[in-house]
Every structure is written in C-alpha cells, then in structure tokens.
C-alpha cells in the first residue's frame, strides 16, 4: 500500500548503513532505526490509534521522539509536536482544539497534564529526555513487522500550531504531498547527499529542525549527528566531523563569539543555512570573513514549508532570503487589492505551490480569508521583490506601523539603527498615541560593554529619516524577548511600552 512519506523518508532506511550519531557518539544504523519506527508504531495501534487520528507530543529531543514522528507517519495518524516550553495551561488549548487520541508528555509533567489530557478525551502517556517512560516501554514489547497505512498525498501528515506571537495560535495542516515536496526540493536545491553529515541542533518541535533538517536528511539518506540542543563547546567539537549545519541566527552570533570557531575548524563543511528568524547583515558579512562560508538564508512557515532560498551556486544575498523555490510561486501584492506591485515596491508577501498547507484546522472561515481566488496564500509577511526575483522580507503585515496616517515599514528603521555605534540590535514598534494614532518606538539592545549615546543615534535619524519615521523614543534593553525559535516577540514589546504616550501630546 502506498503511503508517501513512509515510502520516501523511512522504509529506505532498511538498507542504510547510517541514521543517527548522538551526542555521546552512539550510532544507530538505518535499519536499527527503522525497526524503531516500527515498534513505535505498533504500540500507536495497541494504544487503539487508528488513520487520521491525532497524536499530541510534549516530549525531549531523542531518537524515540523522531522514532514517533515516523511511526505517526506509517500509522496513517496525524503528528502533533508541541513546543517543549509550553505551560500547561497552554497545552490544554492545543489539545482541547486538535483531540488527539495520545498525549506523549515527559513524566515530570505527566501530573500536571493528565487532567488535561483526559478532559479532552486523551490518553497520556511519558517519554523522558532518555528515551525512556510508558511508552518506550509498549514499544519494546512489539514486534518489528508492521502493515503501513495507505494514504495520498492530500491526507494529512502533521498538525502544527502557528508561534502565537501576534495572537492565538492556529493549527495548520499539512498533508503528505506538502512535506514530501520541500523535503525533495530542499535536498535538490541544497546538494544533499548519502556523504552529507548533518549537525543536528534544532528542536523537532518546529517545522526548521522536523521538516527541513530531519525530512531532508531522511530523503537524502543523510546522516544526523542528534543532539539535544544547541551546546557550543559540542558544536565546535563535531564541526570538524560534519558537513552542513542548520541553524537561527543565535546559533551563528554564539559562534562567531568565540575564538575557537575559525576558518580552519569548518573546512570540511560545505554549508551554512539560516532560518526561522532574519539574519542580520552584519552577521552574514561577519561570518563570511571568518570562515570564508557565505550562510545560507531562506524563508519558510509554518503553513508552507519553505518558500525561497538564496542559491546553493551563486549569489547569497546578505539581507535577502533569495528566489522561490522551483515549483513555488511568490509575488508581492498591494494588501487590498491584490494586485501584482511593480519590482521594487513594499507589499503582501503571498505564495503558491506544493509546499502550501490545506488550511487551518477547524477554522473553515479564516482559512478561506488568507487565499486569494487564484490559490495563493497571504502570508502576512511585507516584502520586496528585485527585478531578478531576490525577496527581501520587511517585516509582518501586523508590525505595519501606521503614524499620522503614514506607513511606516520597521524593518528600514531597523537597519539604520543596527549600523549605529554600540548596537548589537533593535525592534521598531508601534504604540498607541494619542495625536498621530501610532508612535514609533525603536528598543535597541547596546552590544556587551558598550553605552549608547541617545543623542547621537537620534540625529543620525534625522539626517536619514523622513520626520514621520524617526522614532519618538528610543528605549533600551538588555535584550529583545523572542520565541524558541529566535522570532522577535514584538507583541510583548507593544504591551510593555503600550503606555508611552499615554499623557504626552
């Protein structure tokens, strides 16, 4: 029976010498691997899960974890990976709106989500950070031989939940044919191949480490070195044994950071690749005259895989996330109208393609809002295409500020700021006001050391800046709130300087 990802990601695993490297250095070979999935599979169907059910998983970065995904995928079921930082209060939504038949939880928070899950009509069980709980325990007891689900590729594969950093977080589905193509465009366009080394330091609750760095080492029958997280004294170490590293752009700041990481450490790797939040230019630039690498940058979602990338051959442009992708349609738009701006004009970032989810799950209405009659998806995302297709992404449509009746694109603020003496970084937000509807705030982030002379960033604002887009404060922090995977919360900024003007005219 046919089951598209299946057949592609894990049953060529049976003839591979290679799969996973841990930290420690344990190796487990394709077929090892393979059998995981299996057993973990079986014990999905003792558990009673059936095709097309959910399976909701909280649980630490392991081998059995990925052994999940897989056995998810050969079930016929739906994947459902939550973030490993989620409250409880949090998961209860996530779980109340997908209804997963199985919530895979580490046993320190088992109590806690076990009313939860059985509000909801889940059933619970644990996986620790070893690899071991309930549930490896059912999966030891089973037999390797498994009967894989049939299914197309328009049946879902995963149900990942948006980041939540502008509001509530919806659920987007992602069939087979969705994840299959990125991961077969993404290994093309990048060279992967069976010699590929992947250091593995992302989480794989999040479309960058899962469906990128996973699903694409997979179809490549790659080799992953799986680590738990992000270690610099192992990163450093494993470098000279590895070949690519996926990475946000934390990763490569911690890096270039530390003396040991140096042109002679990373020659035998052969790529760098950022994503998951922009990466400053000054950055790029950095990198490249340390290492003699140019990183790699592209641009995904969560609804859409990965959309664009700079080239593996030719020009990777710092500031920019590159072309679409082959097969993938990308556009800029004015936002109201939907009509195709010219090269070189600010607009909606809106794509299509294979890589495009299905839609939101149980959200029919806003669904059938984010695409246009023609199938392409708005992003949400403000952009600029160049008269050679590179994207340059400006920020979020909901970051827009709009001051005195002017739009103001943070992003073109933001790059002014960063090139200022003594700031390492900064986010350009809007608060309410009462003349002008909004303000323009900048919160910069000084570099270590470093005291940042207000007075002389504010008049070089000045000198650059339309009157309308100069900040009318500019505040400073130890550092920018972000996401687990390095997103801005510009949402949190907002609330905490919400009540900036509230009694200045």
Request: charged share 20%; with cysteine; proline share 6%.
């Amino acid at each position: 029976m046919a089951n598209p990802l299946y057949d592609r990601l894990f049953a060529p695993l049976a003839a591979r010498p290679h799969c996973l490297i841990l930290a420690d250095g344990t190796a487990i070979g394709g077929a090892a691997f393979l059998a995981m999935v299996h057993r973990a599979a079986n014990a999905l169907r003792a558990r009673g899960v059936v095709a097309g059910d959910r399976i909701a998983a909280q649980v630490a970065k392991t081998p059995e974890a990925l052994a999940l995904y897989g056995a998810t995928v050969a079930t016929g079921a739906v994947f459902l990976p939550l973030n490993t930082a989620y409250t409880p209060a949090e998961v209860d939504y996530f779980v109340g709106d997908a209804t997963p038949r199985l919530l895979l939880a580490d046993p320190g928070k088992a109590d806690a989500l076990a009313p939860i899950a059985a509000k909801h009509g889940a059933a619970i069980m644990t996986l620790d950070a070893a690899g071991r709980g309930g549930f490896r325990d059912i999966c030891d007891a089973q037999d390797d031989a498994i009967a894989v689900a049939s299914r197309g590729v328009d049946d879902l594969a995963a149900l990942l939940y948006t980041s939540g950093t502008t509001g509530r977080s919806k659920g987007a589905m992602l069939s087979h044919g969705n994840l299959l193509s990125n991961a077969e465009t993404l290994a093309r366009e990048w060279r992967f191949g069976a010699d590929d080394v992947l250091l593995h330091a992302l989480p794989i609750f999040h479309t960058h480490g899962l469906f990128v760095a996973s699903n694409v080492s997979l179809i490549a029958g790659a080799t992953m070195r799986f680590l738990p997280g992000f270690d610099l004294d192992a990163i450093l170490r494993l470098l000279p044994q590895s070949t690519v590293l996926m990475g946000v752009p934390t990763f490569y700041t911690r890096l270039l950071d530390d003396a040991r990481f140096d042109r002679d450490l990373v020659a035998g790797m052969r790529l760098f690749v950022s994503g998951s939040a922009p990466l400053l230019a000054e950055t790029h630039v950095a990198f490249e005259a340390r290492t003699g690498h140019r990183i790699l940058e592209r641009y995904g979602m969560t609804e859409t895989n990965m959309n664009t990338s700079n080239p593996y051959d030719g020009d990777r442009r710092a500031g920019t996330v590159g072309r679409a992708l082959p097969g993938v349609d990308v556009r800029v738009v004015d936002p109201e109208s939907g009509t195709s701006l010219a090269a070189g004009e600010t607009g909606m970032v809106e794509v299509r393609g294979p890589n495009v989810f299905k839609g939101y799950w149980n959200l029919p209405e806003k669904t059938r809002d984010e695409f246009r009659d023609d199938g392409f998806f708005v992003t949400g995302d403000l952009g600029v295409l160049a008269d050679d297709g590179y994207l340059t992404l400006v920020g979020r449509q909901k970051d827009l500020i709009i001051t005195g009746g002017f739009n103001v694109y943070p992003k073109e603020v933001e790059l002014l700021l960063d090139e200022q003496p003594g700031v390492l970084e900064s986010a350009v937000i809007g608060v309410p006001h009462p003349d002008f509807g909004e303000a323009v705030v900048a919160v910069l982030v000084p570099q270590p050391g470093a005291t940042l002379d207000l007075a002389a960033i504010d008049a070089v604002l000045r000198e650059h800046l339309a009157r309308y887009k100069q900040p009318k404060a500019l505040e400073i922090l130890p550092e920018l709130p972000r996401n687990t995977m390095g997103k801005v919360q510009k949402n949190l900024l907002r609330e905490r300087f919400a009540t900036r003007f509230a009694s200045k005219p």
